[in-house]
């Protein structure tokens, strides 16, 4: 068996035949499998692929009693699959069939193909803008915490391809429904392509992902962040801004007291100062996994890095300013909070482009 399509489905009823016969007319002379993964919908979509079995000989079903869930469902078809190639899609036909065939071509020098639909000639059908912005803030947030998702640009996929070797003996966790996530975080892969998708409109039947799996998500993300050592960088990356807060001090208290410089002169060196030793210690020991060898490459990173300072300052007494003065918030508390949104704002900032990596 050449290609598994693992097709999980929770009343698909109404898609399921014209899925099976596009995905006949475009894979004509691959030899392939549909994997179809019911949790026993109550329409009985199972049923009617058991019947379609019959003229259409490649489809396989499981029929789950016990459990509902989408993640889960994918990683029951990824263990019945035994074929070389994987790939997932949903069964309502907003994943376009007739891709798959463009997917497979690609995995010739590929270990994942991602179905995109953020790339040129990707295109989401229907969705109004808010929903978009949320897709894509969603793909930022996964770009922050799971930096290996950078890959592509469309990590949220439902629809993708793998060799199977890329997810061998890799446990991935089914909490999170988006599996693809996972497995670029885990994955053993080397290539990734993206093919260009239209998010087709769902024309029959409903979505079945409701407002929980944004919370799930976000869960999701931590986790992977702790499970692939991010979180542990952000730390290191907050620990060595304590020690600037200490250079800081420290020089300008010494260029005050010990040379007679102005003090707020003294200020204009104290803090470059912390800027550059803060960067030399997160170029060094945070983010030496993702830095671009020689020495124009480390001028760069330095400029980036102090341009990314640049606004702290302003940004710390806004944010106190606006708590303290309209919202009431007691000042040492503004300033923590102040203080937290400056660091989010310096990591975020110099994980996407002063150390983003080759990618
Ligand atoms: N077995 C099983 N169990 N299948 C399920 C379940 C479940 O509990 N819930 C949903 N499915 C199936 C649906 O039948 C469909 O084939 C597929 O999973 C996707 O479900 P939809 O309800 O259509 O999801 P969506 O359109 O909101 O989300 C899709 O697009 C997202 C991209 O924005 C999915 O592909 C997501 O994974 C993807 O991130
Ligand atoms: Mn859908």
Redesign the pocket.
Known sequence: MKLSIV??????RE?LPLLVKRLKDSLEGVEFEMIV???D?PDE?WKLAEELRKDYPFIRVIR?ID????S???LRGFEESHAEIVAV????L??PPEKLRDMLNRMENADVVVGS?YVDGGE?EEWGILRKFY?KFATLLAHIFVPRSRVVKDP????FMLRRDVIEDVELNPMG????LEILAKGKYRRVEEEAIK?RR?EK?????NMGVQLKYIRHLIKLAWETGEIYRMMKFAAIGLTGVFVNLGILWLLTEKVGIYYLISAVFSIEASIISNYFLNDIWTFRDRKEKGIKRWMGRLAKFNVVSLPSFPMQLVVMGILKEIFGVYYILAAVVGILVVFVWNFVANSLWTWKGSN
Not at 7 to 12: A, H, I, M, R
Not at 67 to 70: G, R
Not at 177 to 180: C, D, G, Q, R, T
């Open positions: 097709v999980p489905t929770y009343n698909e898609n993964v019911d949790d919908s979509t789950r459990e509902k869930d989408l889960t469902a994918v899609m949903d069964a309502d907003q994943h639909r989401i897709s949220m996929s439902g629809f429904y988006k599996i693809l998010f769902r039947g409903e979505s079945s992902l």
